[in-house]
T-cell receptor
């Protein structure tokens, strides 16, 4: 079955630091990959996605590349801000499969 | 315009009580879900409905009963509440076979 392994947190960085949150997966077929973000007190929002190998998803300065050879979808940002403090979830899902598999979430805190 | 809405946002109640959480989506999606998020932010699928028909029913105590009066609504009723039911409950929706989920803002349930 599908599974997602996500970098354990919490992660604390200084403002303007470089961010990487690792995500690897196991899956059958050709899943779509997602990063969701949950800001304090809110629901999950889609941050970015990629639907096939070598696709790069990007949004709000965040990027992640769908790497089939390493089964990874690492989240990166070149210069984080305090407003990026949130919990980040890696997820994967196949078309036609009702289940979306989430990682355990990584709490990110950015200090000024 | 709110895409996926839940009420109430906060629910504090005593052990043994029965309570309901309501969810509505105005996206025209045909599939709706309930997720439970524990204190460590781990997300677990509970139920999934497609066009008012139950699709996914994970290992959830039968004190939890979802009800979908129409495809825009999915309510969650919980009988005989226990301390361990304290969590944040998220409603979500999706369209067709696409794996992307649209999440509501969550309902924080506290059982005393």
């Amino acid at each position: 079955g599908n599974s997602v392994t996500q970098m354990e947190g919490p992660v604390t960085l200084s403002e303007e630091a470089f961010l990487t949150i690792n995500c690897t997966y196991t899956a059958t077929g050709y899943p779509s990959l997602f990063w969701y973000v949950q800001y304090p007190g809110e629901g999950l929002q889609l941050l970015l996605k990629a639907t096939k190998a070598d696709d790069k998803g990007s949004n709000k300065g965040f990027e992640a590349t769908y790497r089939k050879e390493t089964t990874s979808f690492h989240l990166e940002k070149g210069s984080v801000q305090v407003s990026d403090s949130a919990v980040y979830f890696c997820a994967l899902g196949n078309f036609g499969n009702e289940k979306l598999t989430f990682g355990t979430g990584t709490r990110l805190t950015i200090i000024p | 315009d709110t895409a996926v809405s839940q009420t109430p946002k906060y629910l504090v109640t005593q052990m043994g009580n029965d309570k309901s959480i309501k969810c509505e989506q105005n996206l025209g999606h045909d599939t709706m879900y309930w997720y439970k998020q524990d204190s460590k932010k781990f997300l677990k699928i509970m139920f999934s409905y497609n066009n008012k028909e139950l699709i996914i029913n994970e290992t959830v105590p039968n004190r939890f009963s979802p009800k979908s009066p129409d495809k825009a609504h999915l309510n969650l009723h919980i009988n005989s509440l226990e301390l361990g039911d304290s969590a944040v409950y998220f409603c979500a929706s999706s369209q067709g076979e696409a794996p992307r989920r649209f999440f509501g803002p969550g309902t924080r349930l506290t059982v005393l």
